[in-house]
C-alpha cells in the first residue's frame, strides 16, 4: 500500500511538470485547466502539512487546500500590490515555496512514513497481539 | 455510550482522549473479534470499570482506523452494503442521461423544476432511498455515504450547467471582467464605484486572474460556469471535519453534511467571493476546533502555535478577498474564545486587527466612501431584514412559490435545529456549535449588506442548523439507526429537498441565459467603442465581462423615481435623456429576455411594459436595430 504521505512529493512534482509543459506547449485544453487548478489547490499547500504533525487524514486535506488557496491569494495580491504582475514568476515562487516544504519535510524523513500508523499508541500494541493470536 | 446522552459529542475527533469503549468498538471494526477485542478492553479498563463507565486512555484515535487504500474501502462498502451501493452506482452512471431532452425555453416562472423530467426526479429519489439505507447499514463505511453526498452536489448543481450551456447570473458575469482586467493590466482599481468592492478586496479576482493565466484560457468563462458544483465540493472535506468536531458519530456527520446542502439553497455558491471565503471561514474554526480548543489536551504547544500561523495566513486571505466573511470570522473566533475559555485569544485579536488594517489600507476608498451608510444602517435590524426579502405583492404566482418554497425551507430547518438543541440542552457541548449558529444574526444590526444582509445571515448560521437538525434526527445512542428512522430520513427529506429544489432553481427564467443573448452580448463589447454608454432596462443580461474599465451603464427600470416611472409612460424620451446626459462616444440601448423576464416576475414594470418600450423606441423612428436575434435586441439613435 502507498500511503497518502508518499503519493505527496510524487503528487506536486507531476503536477509541476504537467502543468509547465502543457504551458510551454502552448495547450489550450480542458485538461490544462484542470491542471492549472490542480496545481494552485494542491502544490503550494500541501507540502507543508508536515508542520502540524500527524493529523487525521481529513484535516490534513482541509489544510493542504486551504493553505494552499491562502499562499496563492497573498502572493497574486502582493504581485498586483507591487505592480509585479507575471504569472510565469508567480508559478516558479509558489513552485518554490511548495518545493522548501517538500524538502524540509523530507529532511525530518515525513513523507517515508506510513500513512496513519505513526505515533502507534500503547494500548494498540497491547490489544494487536491478542488479536493476531486469537486468529 | 450508554447513559452519557449526548456529552459524547464533546469528545473531538483527533488526538482526542479515547474511552475503552471506543477502543473496543474499533478494534471489532478493525476485523478482531469480540474476544479479542474484549481482551484489549479489559488492558484498558480499571478493575472495577463497567463497560459504559467514562475511563478514559490517552491515545489517538486515527491510530486505530481500519484505514486502507481507497479499493479496500470500496470493496468493505460493497459487502457490508450493497444496496445502496448498487443503487448510488445505477444512479451515477445514468447522472446527466436526462440533461438533453431538458428544454430551458419551455421553463415557466417557477424555474427549472418546471421543466425537469421525470426520469430527473427518478434519480433524485433513488439516491434519496439509497441514502437512507447507507444510513441504516450497520457496517457501512462512511465513504459510501459521502459518496452520496458527492453524487447529489454533482446532480443538483451540474444540472444547470449541463442545461444553460452558459453562465447563470448577470452579476457573475461581472466578475469575469474584474478577473479579466486584473489579468490584462496587472493592477486594480478601487474608484471605480461599479466594482469597489471587487477592487477594495480583490483576492478572490487576483487568484482566479492567476488561475486563468495558469489555464491558458482567455477568458474566466472556461471554468466559472461550474462553480457550485467545485465549491460544493471543496466545502464537503472542511464541513465534514467541522461537523466531525462535535461529535465522532460519523452517521450524524454525513446527516449534518446531508442537510446542509439540502438547506443551502440560496445560490450562494457560484464563481463569486463569498463562495470561496466561506470555505475558509469554515476550514478557520476547524482549525480552532481541532488544535485550540481547551477540551484538547494532547496537542504539542509547538503544533498549537503552527496551527495559529496557518489561521493567521487564512486571515489575511479571507480579510482581503471579501467584506462580510472577516467580521463572521471575528465574531466566531472571539465567541469561541469567551465560551471555551480556549488558548486562541491571539487568533481572535489577530482576526480583529487584520481586519481593521485592510480597512484602514487596501480597503480604505471603500471605507470612507460607505462609512456613512453603514453608520446610518447600523441598528435598523427590522429594515435591514426587510430589505433583503422580495415584495410578494408584486410579484408573478411562480415566484411567489418560489419565496414561499424558500422561507418554508428555512423554517422547516430553523424548526429541527431547535428539535436537536432540546435533545442537546443538558450537554455541555451545547455552546459552540449554537453560538456559530446565532451569531451571524448580529449582523442584522449592522447592515442590510446591499439587501443580501438575510440571505448571509442565514448561510452562516447553516453549519451549526444543519449539526442540530442533524442531531434531531439521529438516535441518542451511535449505532441504533434502525429502518424505521432511514424511512422517516427519507420521507423527511422529499419535502426538503423539493423545496430546496424550488426555491434554488425558482429563478433561472431569469438568472440564466441563452446562447443567443451570450451572442448579443458579445456582439456589443466587439462593436461599441471605448467611452460607450449602455442603456437598458436592468442589468439582467451578460455584460461586463471585457474591458470594464471603457463602458458606463445606466438601468433606468431599476432607477428611482422619476426615471422608472418615465420610462413605462414616455421611453423615447427617457432614453434620449439618459443619452443625453453626458457627452459619450456613442450609446447603445440592449434590451433582452432575461430584462423582459426579470421586470414582469419581480413586477419591477407591468407585464408588457418591457416589450412597449422596444416597440416605442423603434417606431419613433429616432433608433435603429444595429444587432439582433431571437431574444436580443440592440438599437442605436439614428443621430450617431
Known amino acids: 500500500m502507498i500511503s497518502a504521505k508518499r503519493v505527496t512529493p510524487y503528487l506536486f512534482v507531476g503536477l509541476t511538470f504537467a502543468l509547465a509543459a502543457m504551458g510551454a506547449a502552448g495547450s489550450e485544453t480542458g485538461l490544462r485547466t484542470l491542471a492549472a487548478f490542480a496545481f494552485l489547490l494542491v502544490c503550494p499547500g500541501l507540502p507543508w502539512v508536515w508542520v502540524l504533525g500527524d493529523v487525521e487524514a481529513r484535516v490534513a486535506v482541509v489544510v493542504a487546500i486551504a493553505l494552499s488557496v491562502a499562499i496563492d491569494v497573498l502572493l497574486s495580491e502582493a504581485m498586483i500590490y507591487l505592480r509585479l504582475w507575471s504569472p510565469v514568476w508567480g508559478f516558479v515562487i509558489l513552485t518554490a515555496i511548495g518545493g522548501l516544504g517538500l524538502a524540509l519535510g523530507a529532511k525530518r524523513g515525513y513523507w517515508d512514513r506510513q500513512g496513519n500508523e505513526i505515533r502507534q499508541p500503547a494500548p494498540v500494541a497491547t490489544a494487536m497481539p491478542a488479536a493476531q493470536d486469537e486468529r | 455510550m450508554t447513559g452519557v446522552g449526548y456529552d459524547y459529542y464533546r469528545q473531538y475527533a483527533p488526538m482526542r482522549e479515547e474511552t475503552a469503549e471506543d477502543v473496543y468498538a474499533i478494534n471489532q471494526l478493525a476485523g478482531f473479534s469480540s474476544k479479542a477485542a474484549n481482551s484489549s478492553m479489559r488492558t484498558l479498563l480499571p478493575e472495577t470499570s463497567s463497560p459504559s463507565s467514562e475511563t478514559h486512555v490517552s491515545v489517538t484515535s486515527i491510530a486505530f482506523k481500519p484505514k486502507g487504500p481507497m479499493l479496500d474501502r470500496v470493496r468493505s462498502g460493497i459487502r457490508s452494503a450493497p444496496a445502496p451501493v448498487i443503487m448510488l452506482a445505477a444512479v451515477m452512471v445514468a447522472l446527466f442521461s436526462n440533461v438533453p431532452g431538458i428544454r430551458p425555453e419551455n421553463m415557466t416562472d417557477t424555474g427549472l423544476v418546471s421543466v425537469l423530467p421525470l426520469g430527473w426526479f427518478g434519480q433524485l429519489a433513488l439516491l434519496i432511498v439509497s441514502f437512507a439505507i447507507a444510513m441504516h447499514a450497520k457496517d457501512c463505511p462512511p465513504i459510501v455515504r459521502t459518496a452520496h453526498i458527492v453524487c447529489f452536489i454533482v446532480l443538483i448543481h451540474g444540472t444547470p450547467d449541463l442545461v444553460y450551456g452558459t453562465l447563470r447570473y448577470s452579476w457573475a458575469w461581472k466578475h469575469i471582467g474584474v478577473v479579466d482586467y486584473i489579468s490584462r493590466t496587472g493592477t486594480v482599481n478601487p474608484?471605480?464605484?461599479?466594482?469597489?468592492?471587487?477592487?477594495?478586496?480583490?483576492?478572490?479576482?487576483?487568484?482566479?486572474?492567476?488561475?486563468?493565466?495558469?489555464?491558458?484560457?482567455?477568458?474566466?468563462?472556461?471554468?466559472?460556469?461550474?462553480?457550485?458544483?467545485?465549491?460544493?465540493?471543496?466545502?464537503?472535506?472542511?464541513?465534514?471535519?467541522?461537523?466531525?468536531?462535535f461529535t465522532k458519530d460519523k452517521r450524524v456527520v454525513s446527516l449534518a453534511c446531508w442537510l446542509f446542502y439540502i438547506g443551502s439553497w440560496i445560490g450562494q455558491d457560484y464563481f463569486a467571493p463569498q463562495a470561496l471565503n466561506f470555505i475558509l471561514y469554515i476550514v478557520v474554526l476547524v482549525l480552532w476546533l481541532?488544535?485550540?480548543?481547551?477540551?484538547?489536551?494532547?496537542?504539542?504547544?509547538?503544533?498549537?502555535?503552527?496551527?495559529?500561523?496557518?489561521?493567521?495566513?487564512?486571515?489575511?486571505?479571507?480579510?482581503?478577498?471579501?467584506?462580510?466573511?472577516?467580521?463572521?470570522?471575528?465574531?466566531?473566533?472571539?465567541?469561541?474564545?469567551?465560551?471555551?475559555?480556549?488558548?486562541?485569544?491571539?487568533?481572535?485579536?489577530?482576526?480583529?486587527?487584520?481586519?481593521?488594517?485592510?480597512?484602514?489600507?487596501?480597503?480604505?476608498?471603500?471605507?470612507?466612501?460607505?462609512?456613512?451608510?453603514?453608520?446610518?444602517?447600523?441598528g435598523s435590524v427590522t429594515e435591514n431584514a426587510n430589505s433583503s426579502l422580495s415584495d410578494l405583492a408584486k410579484a408573478s404566482s411562480g415566484q411567489l412559490i418560489v419565496a414561499q418554497m424558500g422561507r418554508a425551507l428555512s423554517a422547516a430547518m430553523l424548526v429541527l435545529a431547535i428539535v436537536g438543541i432540546l435533545r442537546m440542552r443538558k450537554s455541555k457541548s451545547l455552546l459552540v456549535p449554537l453560538a456559530l449558529m446565532a451569531l451571524p444574526g448580529t449582523l442584522l444590526v449592522a447592515s442590510?449588506?446591499?439587501?443580501?444582509?438575510?440571505?448571509?445571515?442565514?448561510?452562516?448560521?447553516?453549519?451549526?442548523?444543519?449539526?442540530?437538525?442533524?442531531?434531531?434526527?439521529?438516535?441518542?445512542?451511535?449505532?441504533?439507526?434502525?429502518?424505521?428512522?432511514?424511512?422517516?430520513?427519507?420521507?423527511?427529506?422529499?419535502?426538503?429537498?423539493?423545496?430546496?429544489?424550488?426555491?434554488?432553481?425558482?429563478g433561472d427564467r431569469q438568472y440564466h441565459f441563452t446562447r443567443n443573448e451570450v451572442s448579443g452580448s458579445e456582439w456589443l463589447y466587439s462593436n461599441a467603442p471605448a467611452g460607450s454608454l449602455v442603456i437598458g432596462l436592468t442589468?439582467?443580461?451578460?455584460?461586463?465581462?471585457?474591458?470594464?474599465?471603457?463602458?458606463?451603464?445606466?438601468?433606468?427600470?431599476?432607477?428611482?423615481?422619476?426615471?422608472?416611472?418615465?420610462?413605462?409612460?414616455?421611453?423615447?424620451?427617457?432614453?434620449?435623456?439618459?443619452?443625453?446626459?453626458?457627452?459619450?462616444?456613442?450609446?447603445?440601448?440592449?434590451?433582452?429576455?432575461?430584462?423582459?423576464?426579470?421586470?414582469?416576475?419581480?413586477?419591477?414594470?407591468?407585464?408588457?411594459?418591457?416589450?412597449?418600450?422596444?416597440?416605442?423606441?423603434?417606431?419613433?423612428?429616432?433608433?435603429?436595430?444595429?444587432?439582433?436575434?431571437?431574444?436580443?435586441?440592440?438599437?442605436?439613435?439614428?443621430?450617431?
Not at chain 2, 216 to 227: T, V
Open chain 2, 191 to 245: 474608484s471605480a464605484s461599479l466594482y469597489s468592492p471587487y477592487y477594495n478586496w480583490p483576492g478572490f479576482f487576483t487568484l482566479f486572474s492567476l488561475g486563468k493565466s495558469f489555464a491558458g484560457a482567455k477568458s474566466a468563462l472556461a471554468f466559472a460556469s461550474w462553480a457550485p458544483v467545485y465549491f460544493n465540493l471543496l466545502l464537503l472535506a472542511p464541513l465534514s471535519a467541522f461537523f466531525g468536531s
Open chain 2, 290 to 378: 481541532r488544535f485550540l480548543d481547551p477540551d484538547l489536551s494532547n496537542i504539542a504547544k509547538s503544533t498549537r502555535r503552527t496551527a495559529m500561523v496557518i489561521m493567521v495566513l487564512l486571515q489575511v486571505a479571507i480579510s482581503t478577498s471579501h467584506q462580510l466573511t472577516p467580521v463572521v470570522m471575528t465574531l466566531a473566533l472571539t465567541t469561541m474564545v469567551v465560551l471555551r475559555k480556549g488558548r486562541g485569544w491571539r487568533v481572535a485579536a489577530s482576526a480583529v486587527a487584520i481586519n481593521a488594517a485592510w480597512l484602514a489600507s487596501g480597503a480604505r476608498t471603500f471605507t470612507a466612501r460607505n462609512l456613512k451608510s453603514v453608520a446610518d444602517g447600523f
Open chain 2, 448 to 506: 442590510s449588506y446591499g439587501g443580501e444582509i438575510i440571505f448571509r445571515v442565514y448561510l452562516f448560521a447553516l453549519p451549526g442548523a444543519a449539526f442540530f437538525a442533524a442531531v434531531a434526527l439521529a438516535p441518542r445512542e451511535e449505532g441504533r439507526w434502525t429502518l424505521r428512522r432511514s424511512a422517516l430520513l427519507a420521507g423527511l427529506s422529499v419535502p426538503l429537498i423539493g423545496a430546496m429544489l424550488f426555491a434554488h432553481y425558482g
Open chain 2, 539 to 640: 442589468s439582467n443580461l451578460p455584460w461586463a465581462f471585457e474591458h470594464t474599465e471603457q463602458y458606463r451603464y445606466r438601468w433606468l427600470a431599476t432607477e428611482d423615481d422619476p426615471v422608472r416611472q418615465q420610462i413605462i409612460n414616455d421611453p423615447v424620451q427617457t432614453v434620449n435623456d439618459a443619452i443625453d446626459a453626458k457627452p459619450v462616444a456613442a450609446s447603445f440601448v440592449i434590451l433582452n429576455r432575461g430584462q423582459q423576464v426579470q421586470v414582469e416576475a419581480n413586477g419591477i414594470l407591468p407585464v408588457g411594459a418591457a416589450q412597449n418600450v422596444q416597440t416605442k423606441l423603434l417606431s419613433s423612428g429616432r433608433f435603429r436595430i444595429v444587432f439582433q436575434n431571437a431574444d436580443v435586441t440592440v438599437m442605436k439613435r439614428e443621430s450617431e
